[in-house]
C-alpha cells in the first residue's frame, strides 16, 4: 500500500481493525515494508502520532501512526529510537493491549541487563490478554527463544522448562492463527532446538524459508538470520553429539574398567585361597610328620626288646595312617574333584598299601 498524502494515511489508518487483531498488526507491516513509499511518509506518520485527540477515532488514528513508528525503528534495528518511541507514548498510549505488546518487542530488542523473567511475566501476561492474536502469541515464543539462547541452556541446565513449555504452546498457537508466516517456523525451531530436538529444528528452518516471500525488500536480511538460527542449531546438534559418544566411551570405559577390576578381584581372591589352602596343607604334613616322629619314638620305646620286624611294621603302619589322614585332610580341602583329588587317591592309595604292608611285617 502507497499513501500519497496525509488525508489518505489518516483515512487508511481509520479504517483498520480494532488494535488485538492479527491484521491490524499486518497492515502496519505493510505500510512499513512497502519499497516505494512517498519520501514523506514518516514525517505525515509523526504529526499524525503527535496529535491531540478529543475522540476515540482519533486516538485509533494517533495510536496506529505510533505504532508505524516504533515498527519502522524496529525493523531499521535503530533501538535507541525504538526506546524513546516507547518511554516517549508512554503516558499518551500506556492504556493500549497493543502497547504492552511493542513494549515487549523493544524489552526483546534491548534485554541485555534488563530482568529476564520480568520479560517473560510480561510476554505471558500479553500472550492470555491477546489470546488470538499469532503475532502476540508469537512474541511470547520469541521471547522465551530469545533468552533461554542468550544464557545458552542446555535441556539438562533449563532452569525452569514450564517456560520452554508455554513457549512451544504459544508458537503454536501462532501457527494455528497464521499458517504462512514464515518467521513463526523459524521461533518454533529455536524453542525445538533447547528443548534438544535439534534434528526437527533444522526442518522448521527449512519450512522458514520456504514461506519467506523473496519480494519483501528485507527478504536478504530474515533468510539470513534463519541461516544464522540454523548454523547455532547445528552447532548445538553437533555439541550433542559429541557428547553422546563422549559419554559412550566414558561409560565403556567405566565398564571396561569395572570387569577389569572384578576380574583382578576374582583372581586376588582365588590365589588367596589358594595360599591360604597351601599353608592349611603344609601345616597339615609338617603336623604328620612331628606325629609320625613322636609316635615312632614312641613305638620304639615301648616295644623295645621285641622284633626290630615288628616295630617297622608298626611304624609303617602309623605312616600310612598318616598318608590316609592327609589324604582325607586334602579331601576335606578340595573335595573329590579336580587335579587336586587325583593327588589325593594316589595319597591314600599309598597310605593304604603301607598299611597292608606294616601289617603283613607285624605277622611275620
Do not use: P, W
Given at each position: 500500500m502507497i499513501i500519497h498524502s496525509k488525508e489518505e494515511l489518516t483515512s487508511f489508518l481509520s479504517q483498520l481493525p480494532k488494535e488485538t487483531d492479527r491484521d491490524f498488526e499486518k497492515k502496519i507491516v505493510s505500510l512499513c515494508t512497502e519499497e516505494n513509499q512517498d519520501k514523506n511518509f514518516y514525517a505525515w506518520t509523526e504529526e499524525l502520532a503527535n496529535t491531540e485527540f478529543s475522540s476515540e477515532s482519533e486516538e485509533k488514528v494517533a495510536f496506529a501512526a505510533f505504532c508505524i513508528l516504533s515498527n519502522i525503528a524496529r525493523r531499521s534495528f535503530d533501538r535507541t529510537k525504538e526506546t524513546d518511541l516507547i518511554n516517549g507514548y508512554r503516558e499518551k498510549f500506556g492504556n493500549h493491549a497493543f502497547y504492552k505488546h511493542l513494549k515487549l518487542l523493544c524489552m526483546l530488542d534491548n534485554h541485555v541487563g534488563l530482568d529476564h523473567e520480568e520479560i517473560l511475566e510480561l510476554a505471558y501476561e500479553n500472550s492470555r490478554n491477546i489470546y488470538t492474536n499469532a503475532g502476540v502469541q508469537h512474541a511470547l515464543a520469541d521471547a522465551v527463544a530469545t533468552l533461554f539462547e542468550e544464557n545458552e541452556f542446555t535441556p539438562e541446565q533449563c532452569p525452569d522448562k514450564l517456560w520452554l513449555e508455554r513457549g512451544m504452546e504459544a508458537?503454536?498457537?501462532?501457527?494455528?492463527?497464521?499458517?504462512?508466516?514464515?518467521?513463526?517456523?523459524?521461533?518454533?525451531?529455536?524453542?525445538?532446538?533447547?528443548?534438544?530436538?535439534?534434528?526437527?529444528?533444522?526442518?522448521?528452518?527449512?519450512?522458514?524459508?520456504?514461506?519467506?516471500?523473496?519480494?519483501?525488500?528485507?527478504?536478504?536480511?530474515?533468510?539470513?538470520?534463519y541461516q544464522m538460527h540454523a548454523q547455532t542449531i547445528n552447532n548445538r546438534l553437533h555439541n550433542q553429539l559429541m557428547r553422546q559418544q563422549l559419554q559412550e566411551e566414558m561409560t565403556a570405559q567405566k565398564e571396561a574398567y569395572i570387569t577389569e577390576m572384578q576380574q583382578r578381584q576374582e583372581e586376588l581372591?582365588?590365589?588367596?585361597?589358594?595360599?591360604?589352602?597351601?599353608?592349611?596343607?603344609?601345616?597339615?604334613?609338617?603336623?604328620?610328620?612331628?606325629?609320625?616322629?613322636?609316635?615312632?619314638?614312641?613305638?620304639?620305646?615301648?616295644?623295645?626288646?621285641?622284633?626290630?620286624?615288628?616295630?617297622a611294621g608298626l611304624i609303617i603302619v602309623l605312616m600310612g595312617a598318616l598318608l590316609g589322614v592327609y589324604a582325607?585332610?586334602?579331601?576335606?580341602?578340595?573335595?573329590?574333584?579336580?587335579?587336586?583329588?587325583?593327588?589325593?587317591?594316589?595319597?591314600?592309595?599309598?597310605?593304604?598299601?603301607?598299611?597292608?604292608?606294616?601289617?603283613?611285617?607285624?605277622?611275620?
Open positions: 508458537v503454536l498457537l501462532a501457527i494455528n492463527f497464521d499458517s504462512a508466516y514464515a518467521k513463526f517456523y523459524c521461533t518454533k525451531a529455536r524453542i525445538l532446538s533447547l528443548q534438544g530436538n535439534h534434528k526437527e529444528a533444522l526442518r522448521c528452518i527449512d519450512t522458514a524459508i520456504d514461506y519467506e516471500n523473496s519480494k519483501n525488500k528485507d527478504y536478504a536480511l530474515r533468510v539470513g538470520r581372591e582365588t590365589q588367596t585361597n589358594r595360599s591360604r589352602i597351601k599353608n592349611m596343607e603344609f601345616i597339615g604334613l609338617f603336623a604328620g610328620i612331628i606325629s609320625f616322629t613322636i609316635g615312632g619314638l614312641n613305638i620304639a620305646q615301648g616295644l623295645a626288646g621285641q622284633s626290630i620286624i615288628a616295630v582325607g585332610f586334602g579331601v576335606i580341602l578340595h573335595g573329590f574333584r579336580g587335579k587336586e583329588s587325583v593327588r589325593n587317591y594316589i595319597v591314600f592309595a599309598m597310605g593304604l598299601l603301607l598299611i597292608v604292608g606294616g601289617v603283613i611285617l607285624c605277622l611275620r
